[in-house]
């Protein structure tokens, strides 16, 4: 009888212990994807001569590669990850980029860079073993200051809560190593590979989805034009039609009611249903406000469904997390037939050279100007073969 009641009392305290705790209460990630696409909705590869404005950097960010060599159809840019923890604790981080290479980071970590940069075969890794530390440690081992370059990187730091990250560099010499600190692990590259949704712009102002799979999402229609902020959003639903294809939706042209204030709450609350704590997604909405918000142009912002994010950027973190949300922003950069026409006048008229740049400038492309333009060479291309074409098929019918 004893021994019966020793074995019960036994499998009683079994089931009553938990399982083996973590001190990695959460951690959340916020980033951006950011692609540019003419008429046909095709992605355009692209690139920039320089990092400015909204793509400018503080000076301390590590810089591993350059998105300079060759132009990419994707951009991942600044995605963060924050932790929350119940004690300090030691933690290791590794994001691979499947389809592309990563090009800054903060703090700094190791990075896996393939021998030969071949474009279908690009994948880069990078990870990190970092401490976490209470938000209170800040006052002790505060992060860098942020000057003028780069300024909108300290918005990502006023997430309160988050656990500070500490870093140490080890040294060339026999010193000790330094330390790094920080609000959250950030990084950034380029990249092949397109996003999950295709749009283009039509005619009359409307906007025309479409997606190589079923997905739902909340999206955001935004034309910035001379300093003045219009939009439109909603939930999408792309799904399959009788025949099996993803049937096409529409979206109508940004409301003229519209603002940047209005614009920046909406986001704020698309990020917090999607899992972000409101301090979070104040910090992503205020790092991009100037590039989302008030950059020149046509684009459409949507949430990323994780498992592409997951596909794309296949993350480890040890110990696990209890909680693990990565909640990411498309950002499709989008010319229209007007804007295509537009260059292609610019390019082809009777202007010298000075007044050409000065009318591309105008049209207001910002940093996206160089694969507008290449946009504009193949619509003038093409409007030239289908001249020909036509004057072809009338040379035929006149023999007839």
């Known amino acids: 009888m004893k021994n019966l009641l020793l074995i019960s009392l036994l499998c009683f305290s079994a089931r009553a212990l938990p399982a083996q705790d973590t001190p990695l209460n959460?951690?959340?990630?916020?980033?951006?994807?950011?692609?540019?696409?003419?008429?046909?909705?095709?992605?355009?590869?692209?690139?920039?001569?320089?990092?400015?404005?909204?793509?400018?950097?503080?000076?301390f960010v590590n810089v591993i590669g350059s998105k300079g060599i060759r132009p990419y159809p994707?951009?991942?840019?600044?995605?963060?990850?924050?932790?929350?923890?119940?004690?300090p604790t030691t933690v290791n981080v590794r994001v691979d980029y499947t389809q592309g290479m990563i090009t800054e980071v903060y703090p700094p970590?190791?990075?896996?860079?393939?021998?030969?940069?071949?474009?279908?075969?690009l994948s880069t890794a990078h990870s990190w073993t970092v401490d976490l530390q209470p938000p209170a440690s800040a006052l002790i081992n505060p992060p860098r200051s942020v000057g003028t370059?780069?300024?909108?990187?300290?918005?990502?730091?006023?997430?309160?809560?988050?656990?500070?990250?500490?870093?140490?560099?080890p040294l060339s010499n026999a010193g000790q190593p330094s330390l790094t600190t920080e609000k959250f692990i950030f990084y950034r590259g380029a990249g092949n590979g397109a996003l999950p949704i295709q749009a283009s712009v039509q005619?009359?102002?409307?906007?025309?989805?479409?997606?190589?799979?079923?997905?739902?999402?909340?999206?955001?229609?935004?034309?910035?034009?001379?300093?003045?902020?219009?939009?439109?959003?909603?939930?999408?639903?792309?799904?399959?039609?009788?025949?099996?294809?993803?049937?096409?939706?529409?979206?109508?042209?940004?409301?003229s009611t519209g603002s940047a204030d209005t614009l920046a709450e909406a986001l704020r609350k698309s990020l917090t249903?999607?899992?972000?704590?409101?301090?979070?997604?104040?910090?992503?909405?205020?790092?991009?406000?100037?590039?989302?918000?008030?950059?020149?142009?046509?684009?459409?912002?949507?949430?990323?469904?994780?498992?592409?994010?997951?596909?794309?950027?296949?993350?480890?973190?040890?110990?696990?997390?209890?909680?693990?949300k990565r909640v990411f922003v498309a950002r499709s950069e989008l010319i229209t037939p007007q804007q295509e026409k537009a260059l292609v006048a610019a390019l082809s008229g009777s202007h010298d050279d000075a007044q050409r740049w000065k009318i591309i400038q105008e049209l207001g492309h910002g940093r996206f100007t160089e694969p507008a333009v290449e946009r504009a060479l193949k619509v003038n291309e093409q409007d030239l073969r289908n001249t020909y074409y036509r004057a072809v098929a009338q040379k035929h019918k006149d023999v007839r």
């Open 26 to 59: 959460a951690v959340h990630e916020w980033g951006t994807f950011t692609s540019f696409s003419g008429s046909d909705s095709m992605p355009i590869a692209w690139w920039t001569t320089a990092l400015t404005g909204p793509a400018e950097l503080p000076e």
């Open 74 to 87: 994707l951009r991942m840019e600044t995605p963060v990850l924050y932790f929350y923890a119940s004690q």
């Open 109 to 121: 970590g190791k990075i896996e860079i393939p021998k030969q940069l071949i474009p279908d075969q």
């Open 149 to 169: 370059r780069g300024a909108h990187y300290q918005h990502a730091r006023n997430v309160p809560d988050a656990w500070m990250v500490h870093h140490k560099v």
């Open 203 to 255: 005619e009359d102002g409307a906007l025309t989805i479409g997606a190589y799979a079923p997905l739902a999402t909340e999206a955001f229609f935004v034309r910035v034009q001379k300093g003045i902020t219009h939009w439109r959003g909603g939930q999408i639903a792309l799904k399959k039609n009788s025949e099996g294809h993803i049937q096409a939706v529409k979206m109508e042209a940004p409301d």
């Open 273 to 324: 249903s999607a899992g972000l704590t409101p301090a979070e997604a104040a910090a992503m909405v205020a790092t991009w406000h100037e590039a989302w918000l008030g950059e020149e142009g046509t684009r459409l912002l949507y949430l990323i469904p994780e498992t592409w994010v997951n596909q794309q950027l296949p993350l480890q973190i040890t110990p696990a997390p209890r909680e693990l």
